[in-house]
């Protein structure tokens, strides 16, 4: 069966410090994978969505990239952390096919201090 | 572009009654409809599904939750809640034509008590 790995669980951090989020799927090959953030009330946000290794698309201007340096890993980092990026960050994947739904990983909650 | 739209963002019930959490969508194209749950600090788990076919789907729980096309919605129900039931709720679409990027609606909080 599929597993979906995202660590840290939580996460404190001051502003201007860098950020490095890991994301890991087993159980399938070639998914789709995404960041998803959650601020309060204001459901999920799609951040980044990415195909294939190396082929990440960005959906809203910020200060964070992504990067998917393998198959199954998806990495999300920032340079210089801002308050504002503080908030409940989701990874999820997909299969090639729009049928099945996301499945998501358990979360990270970044608070930027 | 689709979008979602959960008008409550939060349904106090008493338990055993029953409950239904709102949900329309907009979009130019065919979708997929899509009905996740959350607990605390925890990731989203999907509870069902609408690709197709019937317009009635339901979880495994006891939700169950209905396409309807003319209203574009696509409300969850359940006929008799338990407090192991409270958890936030996303409704969420995506286009059936390509690429699957889902877009979540602001959630509704469901808070079951005795």
């Known amino acids: 069966s599929q597993t979906i790995h995202q660590w840290p669980a939580t996460l404190v951090q001051p502003v201007g410090s860098p950020l490095s989020l890991e994301c890991t799927v087993e159980?399938?090959?070639?998914?789709?994978l995404y960041w998803y953030r959650q601020a309060a009330g204001r459901g999920l946000q799609l951040l980044f969505y990415?195909?294939?290794?190396?082929?990440i698309s960005s959906e809203v201007p910020q200060n964070l990239s992504a990067s998917r340096p393998q198959d199954r890993q998806f990495i999300l980092s920032s340079k210089k952390l801002l308050l504002s990026d503080s908030g409940f960050y989701l990874c999820?994947?997909?299969?090639?096919?729009?049928?099945?739904?996301?499945?998501f990983g358990q979360g990270t909650r970044l608070t930027v201090v | 572009a689709q979008s979602v739209t959960q008008l409550d963002s939060q349904v106090p019930v008493f338990e055993e009654a029953p409950v239904e959490l709102r949900c329309n969508y907009s979009?130019?194209?065919?979708?997929?409809l899509f009905w996740y749950v959350q607990y605390p600090n925890q990731g989203l788990q999907l509870l069902l599904k609408?690709?197709?076919?019937?317009?009635l789907v339901e979880s495994i729980n006891g939700f169950e939750a209905e396409f309807n096309k003319s209203q574009t919605s696509f409300h969850l129900r359940k006929p008799s809640v338990h407090i192991s039931d409270t958890a936030e709720y996303f409704c969420?679409?995506?286009?059936?034509?390509?690429?699957?990027?889902?877009?979540f609606g602001t959630g509704t909080r469901l808070l079951v008590s005795p």
């Open positions: 969420a679409v995506s286009d059936s034509t390509g690429f699957q990027k889902l877009v």
């Open positions: 159980g399938t090959s070639n998914p789709n």
């Open positions: 999820a994947w997909s299969g090639s096919q729009p049928t099945g739904g996301a499945f």
């Open positions: 990415s195909v294939g290794i190396g082929q």
């Open positions: 979009s130019s194209v065919s979708v997929y």
């Open positions: 609408y690709l197709s076919g019937s317009t």
